[in-house]
């Protein structure tokens, strides 16, 4: 394979830069010509691609965002498009495309591989860590960190005036990032969208808390499970002695410096991605299992779900006492 090309699809998450040094350089390494194509799917549709280079790169692994711009194209699951995109890709004497992003990319990167046979790798980038086939995905790491700092601030608030602070945060059909940011942050509660809410027991909770002496409180809310300012509310009326405040920590958790978690995760699977079109391995998403990179069909990603670990549920309660 001599010529193959790169995107950045969905939303935006930190580490979408230094997966593209990463694919890169390794291209250039491995001989390769390397396209960059711009916006996406809609960069593909639309013929938006520029040639690359180890310099079109330097300065970037420290940067979040990503330079080849990305967005979100519901216009990818019309037939006609994506074979449009096919030809594109043909036209331009592209061999082989990583695609980088989260679930709905790799629906996108396997339709591309199933329908056409064209040699597609994906990269699992998204602060929500909820791509099947991999413990993590590139930015999770930095958006928990984010969060964390800021809920850290907010909980001297909390402590100080003993309040109950309810803080929404990112995901919109999942509660892994919610999870992982609770037990970091030892709060009391969690509200995912997976778990039917039980308000009798938040209420029941809360009050136990209360009966101990803890008057102070953070509850995480994903946004996919309720808005923080409607769950404040209810909670005035079942606690209106109490002072309640929400936050809505909102698009901070998607941009930003990458950890150096996020930015070697990044770099190993920028590699492994190049590395896999080199030696003829496609329609699989590069992962990582315990320490291990794994090379995992894109076929399972698409058509499995899983739910956030339910243990670190359980250790929310056991550390709330
Ligand atoms: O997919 C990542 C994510 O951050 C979700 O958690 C969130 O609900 C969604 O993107 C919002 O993205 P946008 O507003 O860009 O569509």
Redesign the pocket.
Known sequence: MKRIGVLTS??DAPGMNPVIRAVVRSAVSFNMEIIGIQRGFKGLYEKEFLELNSRSVSGIINQGGTILKTN?FPEFKNSEVRKKCYENLIEAGIEGIVVIG?DGSAKGAYLLYSEFNFPVVHIPV???NDVYGTDYTVGFDTAVNTAVEAIDKIRDTATSHERTFIIEV???EKGN?AVEIAVACGAEIVIIPEIKIDWEEIVKSLKEQERKGKKSSIIILA??AGKAEVFAEKLKKEFPERHIRYSVLGYI??GGTPTYMTRKLATLFGYHAVKMLKEGIYGYMVGIKGNEIIYFPLKKVVCTTELPHLEYLNLIDYMAV
Do not use: A, K, N
Request: hydrophobic share 20%; aromatic share 0%; proline share 0%.
């Open positions: 969905g939303g979100r989260g998204s602060i929500d990112m995901g919109r990032l946004e996919g958790q998607r």
